[in-house]
């Protein structure tokens, strides 16, 4: 069953607001199975309004509009919904009666352009709102089902999830959309479409691959439709394994995990603690673990040695090792891991050192140019990277990937 | 002048994403004076991606579409548009040295799925893409614009700013919009409306205001709109004059200001050096700073002192202190300011100890209760904070308030 939503609103196309409405909805309709197929943003132009409804009910079954309910001159929607349905506004009394409360309750004078707001066009039903003056309404025929729900998130919300989505369930019982995003790190898009080619070649016809890539982290959601959830939960986890042989070493996570999410409740589970000294990162890989709720559980702290001056005393890195190899170099990360391991006495730590950019860069030591070493008292490892020439990516990708490289070091290790 | 916005994506349908690429679009478009009529959100399906092409190009002068033009499968807009203007795709020998250098740089190998980034309908532009490998696609033909952009947020930022903008503003002198955002800290929206109350209300009527409020920060955009762009700057200036006045202690900024890019700042003027000392911000405030090129000829480094060991033994904070007042204690955000300035031998620091949640709060000691001490060689001063209930809010409003305490100590020093 496709779903169409149309949010009317001048905020949303001067962008002053970012359509979270939408996202919300869709969200809410593919849990039950209904696929979104169109999402229109359009502004309150009673012409735009009824072409927006005119092509929506061509193509779609279930049409959602959001915005243009208020008591305001540039709310048209109700008007437009009367003319395009040829019918009239009355008043309805229930939703007066539901107005007439509102106001008392809060001790304010009803105005006329309230009491306004209790019109419905005659052949539409309405939602009430406890949440505020306009009522939502509904139309139904034949297939086809309209609603038209105010734009103020809370009040949309209440009358989605209590009257849209109960009378949707009751409609579709027959069709299910089932995703599974698996998460990557370590490994470029188009490399890993290359390495998973044949396996994407081969799905299922029900099911689809996206790739969703973001700085250090690809992920690859797919997606099954049809009447069976069970099947499709079944065929979705034998794809999912398959995957699994063809990639193991860049799977790190699935749906809504995240490398720092991980890595608390790993460190955790096993006891274990973790400091970290960063350079070029400047402190976002101790924001991302802090980030997680009670991370300090495991998490002792860090370094921040942004100058060699703080390299030197608080990390214990010796002069002549800066001097002879750079602050940039294998190195260097390798002694800033141990030395904040033994310094903030540690189970395990990450060091990270480089040039984010867009200054520092020479021939030899490029802006991107990053080395990330993990360590524990059994051993230290340490990579180089080269990653690009954009200092906030830099920093995150840096961050991900060194995150990355201790959930391993650790899984080996327990 | 009418603009339309096509954004494909399926993961904006299903809701995993929220559509920020069209907001901010909107934004820069209406900046220079060109309205958003349209935005459609469709899925990578060929028949929706074609017959969105065309209906826009019949209704509006300039469409930009985003998504689609990745390296795998599901990516479509080269080859519908290709197919909507019947020609062909042709490998562009520009594009393909872009992409070649790319991989090259990384020190990875060309596939041939990126080598086909490359090709370019024919009777199209191309815009360069440093930021990726995709390039972007545009159609120039009388009154008609339209463009195509990689999905990626970043990508598509570089080259609208770099190219979509300059190109569409060659062609629109007749109107403009003229808006100036002034950036508060410190003080909440409803009270802020409230003092700035009268003033808003006497703005003249071609100039309006919009309150966006972010974690501890209030931002006041006033929107000028009119054919005579020098009046329009004058009756801005004018206004936000009259603000300076009635807010002053509030106001630390304007438009693409930051704090952390003032301070550093700042800082490197007067040849100021900066250490910090976090506890419940973990790594934010040393992140932000650190976020801002050329911060490391002022910023010598942080320690995250997540535990009350890296307090006592890194920042020499008495055990027997956070013995009696407690980690999260005026006195030891006090200790701990004068610690990491003494330790990493810096004139600045700054100091934050808190109960970010969701655990960890006790009645005496509620989460959000938030100490921030900022200290030189002159003095140390701190403040108590109770913020709200959130871990992510309480970690960013704790922070821009130190920021922005740092800053007025500096201000009243130098």
Redesign the interface.
């Given at each position: 069953m496709n779903a169409e939503i149309i949010n009317i609103g001048e905020e949303?196309?001067?962008?002053?607001?970012?359509?979270?409405n939408?996202?919300?909805?869709?969200?809410?309709l593919?849990e039950i199975g209904v696929?979104?197929?169109?999402?229109?943003?359009?502004?309150d132009?009673e012409e735009?309004i009824y072409n927006a409804i005119d092509v929506s009910l061509k193509r779609s079954e279930i049409v959602i509009i959001t915005g243009g309910l208020g008591p305001t001159k540039d709310d048209l929607t109700k008007d437009v919904l009367a003319k395009y349905f040829k019918t009239n506004l009355e008043i309805n009394e229930t939703v007066l009666n539901d107005i007439v409360s509102f106001f008392k309750k809060r001790g304010m004078p009803l105005t006329e352009l309230n009491r306004l707001q209790s019109s419905v066009p005659v052949g539409f039903g309405f939602i009430r709102n406890p949440e505020g003056t306009a009522p939502g309404l509904f139309y139904r025929k034949n297939e086809r089902f309209l609603a038209a729900l105010p734009g103020v998130p809370f009040e949309m919300k209440y009358m989605f999830e209590n009257f849209i989505i109960p009378e949707l369930k009751s409609k579709i019982r027959d069709e299910y959309?089932v995703?599974k995003?698996i998460l990557t790190q370590g490994v470029?898009?188009?490399?890993l479409?290359?390495l998973i080619e044949k396996w994407?070649d081969n799905l299922p016809k029900n099911i689809?691959?996206?790739?969703?890539?973001?700085a250090g982290i690809v992920r690859l959601?797919l997606?099954a439709a049809g009447r069976d959830k069970k099947q499709l939960q079944k065929d979705i986890a034998a794809e999912v394994a398959k995957l699994r042989k063809l990639i193991p070493e860049y799977i790190f996570g699935y749906d809504n995990d995240t490398l720092e999410g991980i890595l608390v409740k790993l460190l955790a589970k096993n006891n274990l603690t973790l400091g970290?000294a960063?350079s070029?990162?400047?402190?976002?890989?101790?924001?991302l673990?802090?980030?997680i709720?009670?991370?300090?559980a495991c998490?002792?702290?860090?370094?921040?040695?942004?100058?060699n001056?703080?390299k030197i005393?608080?990390l214990c890195i010796p002069f002549q090792l800066i001097d002879k190899y750079g602050a940039v170099s294998k190195e260097v990360a390798v002694a800033m891991a141990e030395g904040v391991r033994k310094?903030?006495?540690v189970d395990y730590s990450i060091s990270v050192t480089g040039i984010?950019?867009?200054?520092?860069g020479t021939k030899q030591k490029p802006v991107?140019l990053v080395y990330i070493a993990v360590s524990s008292d059994k051993e230290t490892i340490v990579e180089k990277f080269?990653?690009?020439?954009?200092?906030?990516?830099n920093?995150v990708r840096s961050s991900v990937t060194a995150l990355n490289m201790l959930r391993k070091q650790i899984k080996k290790a327990v």
């Open positions: 949303l196309l001067i962008g002053q607001v970012v359509n979270t939408s996202s919300w909805m869709c969200q809410k593919n696929r979104v197929r169109y999402v229109s943003v359009i502004s132009v735009d959309i995703h995003t470029g898009e188009s490399f479409a290359a994407e689809s691959l996206a790739y969703l890539p973001s959601r997606s970290i960063e070029c990162t400047g402190g976002y890989i101790s924001h673990i802090t980030s709720p009670g991370s300090s998490y002792k702290g860090s370094i921040t040695s942004y100058s001056d703080v005393n608080q310094v903030l006495k984010a950019g867009p200054g520092g991107g080269l990653f690009g020439d954009r200092r906030d990516r920093i």
